[in-house]
């Protein structure tokens, strides 16, 4: 391979994902899509709420930031890979959308 990287992209690959990215990929991800292994879908992502600035200086009742959780799991995989395979595997499933069931331009 004769292409390589310049350096602001490998300064901007190696940083840790932010709270920030991790809103905006959540924000700009499409709803109505099956889900993985989880069974967890975009909407219920979408659905959290995330803790206002106000809320964030009370320490009795700390709101969950599920943006500020999920950088820690991506960053963290980040770090030191994934030891279980079955993270690794992805699922594809056929959904009927209208028509002819037996078509498969349907699906």
């Not at 709270?19 to 879908?41: D, F, L, M, N, Y």
């Not at 994934?82 to 959308?97: P, Q, R």
Request: aromatic share 8%; net charge neutral; hydrophobic share 25%.
């Amino acid at each position: 391979m004769k292409e390589k990287l310049h350096d602001a992209d490998i300064t901007k690959l190696s940083t840790e994902t932010s709270a920030e990215e991790v809103k905006e990929a959540i924000k700009q991800s499409q709803t109505g899509r099956c889900p993985g292994h989880s069974g967890i879908t975009y909407e219920f992502w979408k659905s959290w709420k995330e803790p206002k600035e106000s809320n964030k200086e009370n320490n009795d009742k700390k709101p969950i930031s599920i943006s500020s959780i999920l950088q820690s799991v991506f960053n963290d995989i980040e770090k030191h890979r994934v030891e279980d395979e079955a993270y690794t595997k992805g699922i594809m499933s056929l959904i009927f959308k209208k028509k002819d069931r037996m078509k498969i331009e349907n699906y």
